[in-house]
């Protein structure tokens, strides 16, 4: 198969660059005419298109495989028809009465609590984040969750930021259970978007919005904010930008890694035999989602608390997310890719295309032909 | 095998591989199908310029726009037909015929100077300025003992690129 597109740190290691071709004045090697039969011979760029096309690791990561169907024979197929019939019967019926409990208990305790102790703001956070944690525990029994947690829990210190590699929305919700995280977010329409604005800016909330381009400088500051003030909750980010399937992870944004602080790698790897938890925001709205994981058996995953990293001097943000990256896709048993996980939702900047040009051989074989 | 149904019958395969001329294996055709149909997000029969371009890989490739124009409409019979230069089964000509189809922009059978200028363009872009490429293309045609305005056709491109090791060649993944 063709290569896989390199990372812009790649081509800088890998490549001279041209201007260094064009500068220098020595360069007689072998002195290799050029012939018109090298330069008409675009092979190489077409082959690398034709990679592409035919398979390409960023697609890679953001597809579902559907379970292999096992109910093929004359036995098998009433004993999934009996799964079904309990799952979508017993189960569904009885995870979703769950879940209306839990919310009615919730909003009958939170809102009194939010407007009545006003004044008293320690005491107000403190409840509230008990309320999310349990709110989140209501939700994760609502898919019968089985999660196990490896390593030390977070604690909550300034100064430290908290990354994990993304695959759902249930990935805030499955962390958020164990301690409560102030989270940054796209921002979502509809009935997310309101749980969003009412109950999530108790615990701490920074919201972004993917197609505003100033966007990131905005939220970098509120990241920064954010870190230094010391009673707020542990931040948690993800950094890839958007959800991947749990098979790979994309690059990761430096804006995590640029604050000066801590940075405490956790790692997410589900296991695909009880449900694929990968949302596809493309294909399902998160409801659709939730209704699947809610007429499955179980989801089933793990989580590690990974220990916390410091940038190392001489390492620049970028190095120090890879770093990380490569620390939580080890764990987690996933592969990277190098691409970024924007480019599902836009084109490759011109910047990226510009970078391409050197790569190509027959420009290389050009510059080398203007020395002769 | 209508835009409908995701699934190949042995019949489509058999066609299919016919429109290539067996350079594809059954098994990769099957596998350039799931690949088809994973492009082809709205389910239209076809792969669109934008549902091609959203492969990042491709979209930074330089000749990306040249053979999108090459691409656009095309069905999965058309689509595995043109893939079928890249098989490492193809005979020689069948590639060279590709690369000279992609110089071909006005499809007229003939590549110009202009033409050769263009794709020269596409891929080195900014990098050099225009007055350098066509002193280069000039000096390059000349030594080989064509002139600016001489206009290449297949057999002239056989001839030139017909003893060069062409590796254009692409793994298909069987899933």
Redesign the interface.
């Known amino acids: 198969?063709?290569g896989?597109?390199s990372s812009i740190s790649e081509t800088d290691l890998d490549r001279p660059s041209?201007e260094e071709y064009l500068a220098a004045e020595s360069i007689r090697e072998s002195s290799k005419?050029?012939?018109?039969?090298d330069?008409?011979?675009?092979?190489?760029?077409?082959?690398?298109?034709?990679?592409?096309?035919?398979?390409?690791?960023?697609?890679r990561c953001f597809?579902s495989n559907p379970p292999e169907p096992w109910n093929w024979n004359i036995y098998l197929f009433p004993l999934w028809c009996l799964g079904v019939v309990i799952r979508y019967g017993i189960l569904f019926p009885v995870r979703v009465t769950t879940l209306a409990a839990g919310w009615i208990v919730f909003f009958a305790a939170f809102f009194p609590v939010h407007f009545l102790l006003r004044g008293h703001n320690k005491w107000r956070r403190k409840i509230e984040r008990k309320l999310v944690e349990m709110m989140c525990s209501v939700f994760v029994a609502s898919w019968t969750g089985v999660i196990k947690y490896h390593g030390p829990r977070p604690s909550i210190r300034p100064q430290q930021v908290f990354v994990a590699n993304h695959t759902s929305m249930i990935d805030f919700i499955i962390l958020e259970q164990m301690t409560a995280f102030a989270v940054i977010m796209q921002k979502h329409p509809g009935w997310v978007g309101f749980i969003q604005k009412t109950i999530l800016e108790s615990v701490g909330c920074i919201w972004f919005n993917r197609t505003e381009s100033k966007d990131r400088e905005i939220v970098s500051r509120k990241l920064r904010e954010h870190t230094q003030g010391a009673d707020n909750n542990p931040l948690l980010i993800f950094p890839e930008g958007t959800c991947v399937n749990n098979h790979y992870t994309v690059m990761f944004k430096k804006g995590a890694f640029e604050l000066g602080c801590a940075v405490c790698p956790v790692a997410i790897k589900y296991n695909r035999i009880f449900v694929d938890a990968f949302w596809n925001s493309k294909k399902q709205s998160f409801t659709t989602h939730l209704g699947q994981l809610m007429t499955s058996w179980a989801v089933v995953c793990d989580v590690w608390y990974l220990e916390p990293q410091y940038i190392r001097p001489g390492e620049t943000p970028i190095e120090f997310a890879e770093r990380v990256r490569d620390m939580i896709s080890v764990r987690a048993g996933l592969k990277k890719v190098p691409?970024d996980g924007y480019?599902k939702y836009f084109?490759?900047s011109p910047k990226?295309?510009?970078?391409?040009?050197?790569l190509?051989q027959?420009?290389q074989f050009?510059?080398k032909?203007?020395q002769n | 095998m209508g835009n409908t149904s995701s699934m190949l019958t042995q019949y489509d395969i058999e066609e299919v591989q016919e429109h290539c001329n067996h350079v594809f294996s059954q098994q990769e055709i099957v596998s350039?199908y799931h690949?088809f149909c994973?492009?082809d997000r709205n389910s239209s029969g076809f792969i669109s310029g934008d549902e091609?371009?959203s492969?990042?890989?491709?979209?930074?490739?330089?000749?990306?726009q040249r053979?999108l124009r090459m691409?656009d409409g095309l069905n999965f019979k058309e689509f595995v037909a043109f893939?079928s230069?890249?098989s490492p089964r193809t005979s020689l000509q069948h590639?060279i015929e590709?690369?000279f189809k992609?110089?071909d922009f006005d499809s007229n059978g003939k590549v110009t100077f202009d033409d050769?200028l263009n794709?020269?363009r596409d891929?080195?872009?900014?990098?050099?300025s225009e007055q350098?490429r066509q002193k280069?293309?000039a000096r390059?045609?000349e030594?080989?003992g064509?002139t600016k305005d001489s206009s290449l056709v297949l057999s002239d491109?056989m001839k030139?690129?017909g003893n060069?090791d062409?590796?254009?060649?692409?793994?298909?993944?069987i899933d």
């Open positions: 198969m063709a896989l597109g041209i005419k050029l012939l018109l039969r330069l008409l011979d675009i092979s190489p760029t077409l082959k690398e298109a034709a990679g592409a096309i035919v398979d390409d690791s960023f697609t597809k691409w480019l084109r490759p990226l295309i510009e970078r391409k040009y050197e190509c027959p420009l050009l510059v032909y203007k | 350039l690949r994973q492009l091609f371009l492969v990042p890989e491709f979209a930074v490739n330089p000749l990306s053979l691409l893939l230069a890249f590639k590709f690369i992609v110089y050769i794709v020269l891929l080195t872009g900014s990098f050099m350098q280069v293309l390059v045609l030594e080989a064509y491109f030139i690129l060069s062409l590796k254009m060649e692409v793994e298909v993944p």
